[in-house]
């Protein structure tokens, strides 16, 4: 497939033609912050964000989601179900966030199918943005999610600026599609421009101010789990949700009904293993009655409990549950500190 | 006032060629290599002392104090329990946290304690409601001179790329540089001020209010720009539509992460409505309605209280500027009740007593 050079000048006019048939998700900036969000023009493209603090991964598994309504007819229900089939573009999402994605498949495309997932993924097209500058929290290289991207992750077409224009790659049948229909608005790229961008990804890696060496790690974890170190890290942890909502990988939810009368919905939405409640039974049992379970739980889940389960880490190591907690706590300083706890008892 | 950086690395840290002339005091290993966490040694020192004497005479359980965190734009609260963890403690120009925080889940314990000027205010208020035992906490004081913000720090340079940050009197210093580059680090040059929070820039209270013992002689109140409630009077000459439209605008961010609500020292219901399950009167769901609701429970319930941290603005990750919902709590307790939260202990707070000069329900609402 043929990589094309698309100038910065033109690239309106391909959001243009991506809006043609897909709701166009990319970076604005709202309430003096970028987020990704649906656009109605080009021109409210925040093209010089880092990675947002909240995932444009929120458009395949939303904060909230009603999944069905429900009424009462006589003895018998009405039920109609809300399946999301919009036709949806990512612009501009960070290779991480693309990674992400195919960890949260595992989760709503394995044993079972989830039809509400599955078809806001299928209905969307990942177009990337490589990462040039990583920043301050990133550690993707640690796990090769990222700052560059291969076929494999998953997006249709990856953007790699290069000043003057777009480096356009196509990874996919649906990206060749596009790139078909805007085929008049670029030009091939030449061998010097794959060579530019290949220098840039060497340079993004070896800007990457931390790493994670996962090597041993869960073997670490396993001999760890009863240790007063979890109980030490987790001291300073404020039991909010700002680390579990914030990052693309983590997947748990809570489903509730609203009622008013014979009507209501079922409503799916995201809940956090860091919350005190979020283990509560009913009964009034919390097997995980205090912050230090609640934290040591998240780093098993993520590295322990995933990397036996699938073989992977629940991490791309986006950095945001650094960014955005309240105390500091880092996952790479967390982890590495589990790791030496063991070879200092060894 | 003097203000000896020394140089402090992380025991991975291989031998630092740019200030090879700098003390090395290792501290807990940091994940970004080639960083360096200056402190201030001389309070630093005098901390670590102190703590030292509290554990060992048994004063204290536990002590809450700073530690070096992920990278040079921030520490992370620390707490100290044994006399041989003492050395991870610091005090530099990151020190932001309001640790009084901590005080809600060890009511019971005797807690030893850091406080700036604005945290001892928590501390007062908290004493106040009857939520601590002043023989329970051990608060050590620090005179503060104003801590910087990481936000205002990165706006002017890439946080990726900081090396070391360094203050001199007024002036900050950067060093910036990128680890595997081999350009030299550049070191640039800011004034304190511009890097300052904004409640550091308006800051009344820098020496604490209530402590056991000061780490540091008391410092003068800095100059103020500009006035306290600049960002309320704007707001409040706004239309009420506007207004409603700024705060909708805002509050659609919020992804009901509570980080706020977690981090308010005087948010210390033993069960929070908002996380109850049992019965469960909102859900997580964030519509529009309990969203507002939310932020508009906290503030009719920290009237009074609340003392103008600004933590759950420092830690809103959306960026929603809630302090501004604080200051005008704080703006009208003082213009109806003449009351500021957080400074004297024997005043009464305005909504736990009643008095008839207090204007008339009438006047309130013109
Ligand atoms: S963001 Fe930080 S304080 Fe909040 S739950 Fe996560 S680790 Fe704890
Ligand atoms: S655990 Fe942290 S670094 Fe890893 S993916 Fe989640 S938010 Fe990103
Ligand atoms: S973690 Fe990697 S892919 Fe994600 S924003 Fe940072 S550099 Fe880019
Ligand atoms: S910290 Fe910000 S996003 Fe989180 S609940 Fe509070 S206002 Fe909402
Ligand atoms: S409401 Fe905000 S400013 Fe007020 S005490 Fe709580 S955290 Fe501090």
Known sequence: MQDTLIHKGRIAEFIHELMQDSQVIAPV??????????????????????????????FILPHSESLFQFEQRGTDFNLTYNIDNVNRTILGIRPCDVSSLRMLDEVFKGKYEDPYYLSRRNHTTLIAMMCLEPGGSC??????????????AGADLLLVDLGEAFYVQVFTERGQTIMERVASMGTPATSADREQVEVLAVQAASNMPRTLDLEGLPEAMGQLFESAYWDKISRKCLACGACTYLCPVCYCFDVFDTCSQAQGERVRCWDACTFKSFALLSGGHNPRPSIKESYRQKMYHKFKFAIERHGYALCVGCGRCLEACPVDMDIVQVLSGAKSQVVEVV | MTHTATQVRGLVEVVDEH????????????????TSIMVDTEKTERIRERVRGLLSEGRVEYFIGYEAGSDPLHVSPSFVQQTDEVEHLVWNLMSINNLVTYLKRYRKQRMGLLVKGCDSRSVIELLKLHQVKRENVYLLGVPCTGILDPKKVAARCNPAAILAIREDHDLVFIEVGVEGRTDEPQVLEFEKHDLLFDK?????????????????DPVPVRARVGGKFEDVEHLEQSSIEERLSFWQEQFNKCIRCYACKNVCPMCFCAECLWEK?????????????????????????MVGRCTGCMECERVCPVDI????????????CLELFDYQPGLELDVVPPLSTFDEGDQSQEDLLR
């Open chain 2, 321 to 332: 500027p809630l302090g501004t919902i604080f200051k005008k709590i704080e703006k009208d």
């Open chain 2, 19 to 34: 200030h090879p002339e700098a003390e090395r005091v290792p501290v807990l290993t940091r994940a970004r290599s080639g």
């Open chain 1, 139 to 152: 550690f993707c290289s640690s796990f090769g999610t990222g700052p560059g991207l291969d076929a494999e």
């Open chain 1, 29 to 58: 900036s709202v309430g003096g912050q970028a987020r990704f969000k649906p656009i109605e023009s080009p021109e409210e493209v925040e093209w010089g964000y880092g990675n947002t603090t909240v995932s444009p991964t929120e």
């Open chain 2, 200 to 216: 550091c820039r308006s800051c009344d209270y820098p020496n604490p209010l209530v402590y056991d013992e000061l780490v540091g």
């Open chain 2, 277 to 301: 399950r049992d019965p469960q009167w909102v859900t997580k769901y964030p519509n529009p309605n309990d969203t507002f609701t939310f932020h508009m429970i906290r503030a009719y319930h």
